[in-house]
């Protein structure tokens, strides 16, 4: 287990050398509550591993990794975690075992580990009515925070967005947008791109030679390209319109969930 962590130190220290000293571990005290108070009863042998050595780490401050989700202005730290959830806000999702690691109270966010589904370590959003999966395990997620808080904000930040057009795009080449999408993924590959291990199928995170990629897909794409470079940027942005049928992409701003 140390082992993960260690990779995930070293991930982070080229592009945040002191992240390590602002880090604060959580109590055992701390982390006993916590459990307590999420009501995880005897489900709470099935919260994965890699989270409670994470609280034993870094539970009380992570230096920005996880807990830029805020609770009052506070980043979020176990024992303002425990706080929240004595208050029983969150009684309805506690009561079906969603264990809740990260809350905003303002605007009505979490995320979670169901411990009630087989695979209890993938990591779950609900903002409102939406309930997405954000993570197939809280391993993956630490590398994808770091990917998309850290790497991404090391360099100068270009980005676009691609919806309806990518439909448009798959219609024309007269294939489904599943192949359309793993066409773009097989392009990044050529263009040097080199998928990371904590990589999903709706998640793809790809790194090159002073460039990185993050992809979302959900039947449309959302990307956003960071580099040290506009010219690498660019013409990463035109292998994607190429594969995309030539398309003219809009460039804004892409709002992605913890951003």
Known sequence: MDELFKRLYDYIEPFKADWKNHI???SNELIHELIEVTRAGESAKRIPASYLRYLQLMGEYDSGLISELRIGGVPVKASKLIGVL??????????KKRFLFAVDPMIKRIMFFDLTKENSGEVWYKG???????????????FQRVFDRIVHY????????????FEIAAEKQNIEKDELYKKIRQRM???????????ERNYYRGEGEGIAIGIEYY?????????ETEE?????????????????FIDRGVSWWGS
């Open 24 to 26: 604060e571990p959580a």
């Open 86 to 95: 004595k208050s029983n806000a969150y009684k309805e999702d506690l009561e």
């Open 128 to 142: 409102g009515s939406k309930i997405i999966r954000l993570s197939e395990s809280f391993d993956k997620f630490m």
């Open 154 to 165: 090391k360099y100068a930040i270009y980005s676009m967005m691609i919806e309806e057009r």
């Open 189 to 199: 590959e050529s263009h040097g791109m080199k998928e990371t291990w904590f990589s």
């Open 219 to 227: 039947g449309g794409i959302s990307c956003k390209i960071v580099s």
């Open 232 to 248: 690498k940027i660019l013409a990463l942005r035109e292998e994607l319109s190429d594969v995309c049928n030539g398309q003219r």
